[in-house]
């Protein structure tokens, strides 16, 4: 993730160390002939030649935080369950997905990968729960390619609610 600090080079401030001695705020100074103090000011604070500093703005590129999307998204990444996966290590997968990106699809094919894909689903909520997140499943049916053959296949989606 880049963040907002790994783009701001301190090399970049420049300031004039000759000159450059500011007391901190509201600090009483007395002049050099003796006459009366004064209260530091930002006016009375500017080295001799009337320079401030130059200040640089950092450039920000893109956000620091983006939201999960509540909604799915088109994506590659599909979660695909056979009738031989172990549940428990599929749901782990499912709670990562779902912490990082805020959904995650898994895909079925047949009453074995099915079974497993939903034993998965289960699993993964009482993972999710426990860190504060409320999720959901949404089945839906879905026709997939395998091999130039059509395939009816099961899509959960699981998402935070």
Excluded: W
């Amino acid at each position: 993730m880049n963040r907002f600090f790994s783009k701001l080079d301190l090399r970049d401030i420049k300031i004039d160390p000759a000159g450059s001695s500011f007391p901190p705020d509201g600090e009483v100074f007395a002049e050099e002939d003796g006459q009366a103090e004064s209260e530091l000011t930002f006016e009375n604070a500017l080295p001799p030649d009337d320079r401030v500093p130059e200040l640089v703005e950092p450039q920000i590129d893109e956000p620091v935080y983006a939201p999960p999307v509540s909604t799915p998204v088109e994506t590659t990444d599909v979660l695909k369950v056979s009738a031989k996966s172990r549940p428990s290590a599929v749901a782990g997968a499912i709670a990562g997905v779902v912490r990082e990106s805020g959904h995650a699809e898994v895909q079925a094919i047949g009453a074995g990968a099915t079974n497993q894909a939903v034993k998965a689903v289960a699993i993964a909520r009482d993972y999710l729960r426990e860190s504060g997140i409320d999720a959901v499943c949404l089945p839906s049916f879905i026709d997939v390619t395998i091999d130039n053959e059509d395939r009816t296949a099961i899509l959960l989606v699981v998402e935070a609610r």
